[in-house]
């Protein structure tokens, strides 16, 4: 089975920047797709950025050319580098797996853009 921590939440100020961090454990072999997903307050779940093992890309609109997901297949650890955050990017986000139909969950690290 496969483990996913994640890091680099915390408080930032809008326009800051953040780095969030997956690793996975537990796994022999590469994962097929890794990403993030968020979670704000009142709203459901949504997609953020997910990648491929063959480093085929998506984001969601709203955070496109503010975001940038990376993988290193070696280590099955995806980054999400976050510029320029607003408000509306406060949320728990969450780091997601994907391999031969299973999907696998992080706990969840809260992002809060505020002044």
């Known amino acids: 089975q496969v483990q996913l921590v994640e890091s680099g939440g915390g408080l930032v100020q809008p326009g800051g920047s953040l780095r969030l961090s997956c690793a996975a454990s537990g796994s022999g072999f590469s994962i097929y797709a890794m990403g993030w997903y968020r979670q704000a307050p009142g709203k459901q779940r949504e997609l953020v950025a997910t990648v491929t093992s063959g480093d085929t890309i998506n984001y969601t609109d709203s955070v496109k050319g503010r975001f940038t997901i990376s993988r290193d297949n070696t280590k099955n650890a995806v980054y999400l580098q976050m510029n320029s955050l607003k408000p509306e990017d406060t949320a728990v986000y969450y780091c997601?797996?994907?391999?031969?139909?299973?999907?696998?969950w992080g706990q969840g690290t809260q992002v809060t853009v505020s002044s």
């Open positions: 997601n797996a994907r391999h031969i139909g299973i999907a696998y």
